[in-house]
Structure formats: structure tokens, C-alpha cells
Nanobody, 124 residues
């Protein structure tokens, strides 16, 4: 069965860095676009970044562009999110997801499997 397991979250001060990892199993990892989303308390889950399977094209939300970098290691079945210059507004639970439907990489509806999430807290 498909499993996505995130790790790497934690508490960091403003301006700090974290690297999230998402280990995938149960399917052919290198044939699927992967994405990261986040959800703050009381807010909708929002798109953060995505990386395609074919040519590793990357996509970012405007709020993280220039600070976050998504990458993947197909040999390890893992997708990463390097987060630099963290701000209190980045505080959220971060989820990785597999894009399994023919929809924009920017929307939740395009993703069919989700991890359990990892908490990122940025203190001011």
C-alpha cells in the first residue's frame, strides 16, 4: 500500500532553517509528481511546492519562492523541502502528497495520497 512518512519538523527561531523529508513506499516513486502542502490552525491546507517526476520541474507558492527548495532523490524514494529564512507565518503542519489525478499541481484535489504531517513552529 502507498505510504508517505514525513520527518524533520521542529521548533526554530525566525531566520532559521529546517529540512523536511518524505519517504515514500508502495508505488513506483519516480513516475509521480510530489508536492508539499501546509496547514496552519484554523486555515485551509495550502500549496507550498511541487516537483515533477519527468524533468524535475519545480513549482512554488509566492509566499515561499526564494526561501524554500523542493528536491527529490528517486534512488531513495524521498522528496525533500529545504526551508531557509523561516518566518512565524511559516508555522504549520507540513504534509507531503502524491499527485495522482490530472489536475493542477497547485491544488489539493490533484493529490491522492497524503502523509500524516510534521509540525513546523517558527518562534519570533
Amino acid at each position: 500500500q502507498v505510504q508517505l512518512v514525513e520527518s524533520g519538523g521542529g521548533l526554530v527561531q525566525t531566520g532559521g532553517s529546517l529540512r523536511l523529508s518524505c519517504a515514500a513506499s508502495g508505488y513506483t516513486f519516480n513516475t509521480y509528481t510530489m508536492g508539499w502542502f501546509r496547514q496552519a490552525p484554523g486555515m485551509e491546507r495550502e500549496f507550498v511546492a511541487a516537483i515533477s517526476s519527468s524533468d524535475e520541474t519545480t513549482y512554488y507558492s509566492d509566499s515561499v519562492k526564494g526561501r524554500f527548495t523542493i528536491s527529490r532523490d528517486n534512488a531513495k524514494n524521498t522528496v525533500y523541502l529545504q526551508m531557509n529564512g523561516l518566518k512565524p507565518g511559516d508555522t504549520a503542519v507540513y504534509y507531503c502528497a502524491r499527485r495522482g489525478y490530472r489536475a493542477s499541481v497547485l491544488v489539493r484535489d490533484g493529490y491522492d495520497y497524503w502523509g500524516q504531517g510534521t509540525q513546523v513552529t517558527v518562534s519570533s
